[in-house]
């Protein structure tokens, strides 16, 4: 594990079942902000990527049942994946150091995305999520898991 | 039934009904009696709206019942400990144990299956929607709880089955039960327009 890391939530991201990227929330980032098209590209290079994933894991497969992703992991982060049966899909990358998030991830589904998401009578589904109140209680939520440090790593 | 159908056994239902029960008691409820004089409202209005016209109601219960749907099977995922169906038939005794309790507090028993599967009924003895209802004889063309159908579609076709579903019998219309016929028309496929 890496000298001085800590447990560490860095990015948010939940896509539509048609891959178009419905939110994203951002912690703790060390590299330089992209521009929006950059953003456009980072979200649909996301998209793409979790797909062929998917589909790659589901070939690969041992067992006739569907397999599903859970995460992965590089030797600098973590991706932890959920998708529902009704294609929303949300990923959560971390740092190395936190274990599974597959609960934390549940919850944000049905305590956050349901409560303030799908049961917000303005919002039109598969669209852009601007409901203030999501992200602040998403917000607030995030910064109190175990897995979110208070303190940024050194690199 | 079926051969297909004995994939589901006694103990599978059983199961779902214990789910149901518990999603019921997770969710938050309101007044039945509330419940049913809005829908009830809802309902006189729409008959005054559209003078009468018990087809266009009908359309119009069907169109709430999808946009209710859509997002209605989001918090049913969410709440529900319900297993995923795997295929359509599998929606039958999901939606009929689990579904309907949880949103409606009773239950559905699915009959009438189609020989090659993609058909069933769900027939409801009790419909909290029609409690104190009457149905005046100027509108026996309407499908009062036709809110139900559009759920239905709605909710399934987030789960890729794109269905059909009407009513065939109305207990509010004379009849001895109250039917949904339930028809698979496809299984949809992802749509990857912007996974390029």
């Known amino acids: 594990s890496t000298v001085g890391g800590c447990r560490m939530i860095y990015a948010l991201y939940i896509f539509n079942r048609t891959g178009s990227c419905i939110h994203f929330s951002e912690w703790h980032r060390t590299r330089p902000v992209p521009n929006a098209e950059q953003r456009d590209q980072e979200f649909k290079l996301m998209a793409g990527f979790l797909y062929s994933l998917k589909q790659f894991i589901t070939t690969l497969s041992t067992k006739k049942e569907n397999d599903s992703l859970i995460c992965y992991k590089t030797n600098k982060y973590k991706l932890h994946y959920y998708e529902t049966?009704?294609?929303?899909?949300?990923?959560?990358?971390?740092?190395?150091?936190?274990?599974?998030?597959?609960?934390?991830l549940q919850k944000l589904y049905s305590a956050f995305?349901?409560?303030?998401?799908?049961?917000?009578?303005?919002?039109?589904?598969?669209?852009?999520?601007?409901?203030?109140l999501f992200k602040e209680n998403l917000d607030k939520w995030i910064k109190k898991l175990p897995a979110y440090a208070t303190q940024p790593p050194y690199s | 039934?079926?051969?297909?159908?004995?994939?589901?056994?006694?103990?599978?239902?059983?199961?779902?009904?214990?789910q149901g029960d518990r999603a019921f008691e997770k969710v938050d409820k309101i007044n039945a009696e509330l419940f049913t004089m809005?829908?009830?409202?809802?309902?006189?209005?729409l008959l005054k709206d559209s003078n009468g016209d018990c087809d266009a109601v009908n359309q119009q219960l069907d169109s709430i019942g999808y946009k209710i749907g859509v997002r209605l099977i989001d918090e049913f995922i969410a709440k529900s400990s319900a297993p995923a169906c795997r295929n359509f038939t599998d929606?039958?005794?999901?939606?009929?144990?689990?579904?309907?309790r949880m949103f409606l507090g009773v239950t559905a028993t699915v009959?009438?299956?189609?020989?090659?599967?993609?058909?069933?009924?769900?027939?409801?003895?009790?419909?909290?929607?029609?409690?104190?209802?009457?149905?005046?004889?100027?509108?026996?063309?309407?499908?009062?709880?036709?809110?139900?159908?559009?759920?239905v579609k709605g909710a399934l076709e987030q789960v890729m089955f794109k269905v059909d579903c009407k009513f065939e019998r109305d207990a509010l219309r004379g009849d001895d039960s109250t039917e949904?016929?339930?028809?698979?028309?496809?299984?949809?496929?992802?749509n990857m327009e912007n996974f390029d």
């Open chain 2, 38 to 45: 809005s829908y009830g409202a809802l309902v006189t209005q």
């Open chain 1, 85 to 104: 049966a009704t294609g929303q899909r949300l990923a959560i990358t971390t740092d190395l150091t936190v274990p599974d998030m597959r609960d934390e």
């Open chain 2, 180 to 190: 949904l016929k339930v028809t698979l028309q496809e299984v949809l496929r992802e």
């Open chain 2, 111 to 151: 009959q009438g299956w189609q020989e090659d599967g993609r058909q069933y009924s769900l027939i409801l003895d009790e419909n909290p929607l029609n409690q104190f209802v009457e149905l005046p004889e100027k509108y026996k063309g309407l499908w009062y709880s036709n809110v139900l159908v559009g759920v």
């Open chain 2, 1 to 18: 039934q079926p051969e297909f159908f004995s994939v589901r056994t006694m103990a599978q239902t059983k199961t779902l009904i214990r």
């Open chain 2, 91 to 100: 929606t039958a005794e999901v939606i009929a144990k689990v579904g309907f």
């Open chain 1, 113 to 132: 995305f349901v409560e303030y998401v799908i049961k917000d009578p303005l919002y039109t589904p598969n669209t852009v999520i601007s409901n203030p």
